[in-house]
C-alpha cells in the first residue's frame, strides 16, 4: 500500500516549458488535490476533483491545468513554465470532500524555474 | 471567511521540555480543525483533528491539542519534546460545506540536546 505517489521527484525548466506532474492513489478516495508550497506562506490549493469526472478551481489556479484521468490519477500540467511556479508542489486524497475528511499527501515534487 | 493565523514563525525547546505551539482561527461555522507535521524534504503527515466531539484531542507520538471556541484557538502541545519531533507543523481548518483546507503559514520547531 503505497498510499500517494508522485512524480517526478525534482524538475527544472526554462521559462516557457511545459511539463505534467502526475499523481497516484491506491487508497480508492473519491477526491483528490494539488497544492503549491512556498516559503513562509503555508500550502496553497491549486486544483481539486471532488470526484471522477470533476474538477475545480481552488486559491491560485492561474497557469496550471488538471486532468482526472481516472478515480486514481490525477495530474498538474504547466503549459508554460514561468519562474513565479517555482515551487514545491503536493498531491493529496480524500475519502471524500467532506469537511471532516483528512487529507493525505504525497512526498511533493520540487520545481525550479529558470 | 475562514483563516488561520500560527502566532509563531519558529519555536525552539531543549530536549525533555514541553512544546507549546500556537494557533488561532476565524470560522463562520463550525470548523474542523487539524495539526499537520512535515519532516524535511516529507511530505505531510496528520498528527490529530478535531471534528466537534471532544474539544481535547490526542494524537499520534503523544501530541495533543484543546479546541477553545471562545479563544478561537487550537493549541498544539506535547509534555516533553524529542529530537525526532524537530519539523515544521501546520494547523488547518475546514468549515462546513467547504471542500478545501485552508492552511497556517506554519511553525517550525526545533529541539535542541
Known amino acids: 500500500n503505497a498510499g500517494v505517489t508522485q512524480t517526478p521527484k525534482f524538475q527544472v525548466l526554462k521559462t516557457g516549458q511545459s511539463m505534467t506532474l502526475q499523481c497516484a492513489q491506491d487508497?480508492?478516495?473519491?477526491?483528490m488535490y494539488w497544492y503549491r508550497q512556498d516559503p513562509g506562506m503555508g500550502l496553497r490549493l491549486i486544483y481539486y476533483?471532488?470526484?471522477?469526472?470533476?474538477?475545480d478551481k481552488g486559491e491560485v489556479p492561474n497557469g496550471y491545468n488538471v486532468s482526472r484521468l481516472n478515480k486514481r490519477e490525477f495530474s498538474l500540467r504547466l503549459e508554460s513554465a514561468a519562474p513565479s511556479q517555482t515551487s514545491v508542489y503536493f498531491c493529496?486524497?480524500?475519502?471524500?470532500?467532506?469537511?471532516?475528511?483528512?487529507?493525505?499527501f504525497g512526498p511533493g515534487t520540487r520545481l525550479t524555474v529558470t | 471567511a475562514q483563516s488561520v493565523t500560527q502566532l509563531d514563525s519558529h519555536v525552539s525547546v531543549s530536549e525533555g521540555t514541553p512544546v507549546l505551539l500556537r494557533c488561532n482561527y476565524s470560522?463562520?461555522?463550525?470548523?474542523?480543525l487539524f495539526w499537520y507535521v512535515q519532516h524535511p524534504n516529507k511530505g505531510l503527515q496528520l498528527l490529530l483533528k478535531?471534528?466537534?466531539?471532544?474539544?481535547l484531542v490526542k494524537g499520534i507520538n503523544g501530541f495533543e491539542a484543546e479546541f477553545k471556541k471562545s479563544e478561537t484557538s487550537f493549541h498544539l502541545t506535547k509534555p516533553s519534546a524529542h529530537m525526532s519531533d524537530a519539523a515544521e507543523y501546520f494547523c488547518?481548518?475546514?468549515?462546513?460545506?467547504?471542500?478545501?483546507?485552508?492552511f497556517g503559514a506554519g511553525t517550525r520547531l526545533a529541539v535542541h540536546p
Open positions: 488547518v481548518v475546514s468549515e462546513g460545506g467547504a471542500r478545501k483546507l485552508i
Open positions: 487508497m480508492n478516495h473519491n477526491s
Open positions: 493529496a486524497s480524500s475519502v471524500t470532500p467532506g469537511q471532516k475528511r483528512e487529507q493525505y
Open positions: 476533483s471532488a470526484s471522477e469526472g470533476t474538477t
Open positions: 478535531y471534528t466537534s466531539a471532544a474539544t
Open positions: 470560522s463562520s461555522y463550525s470548523p474542523s
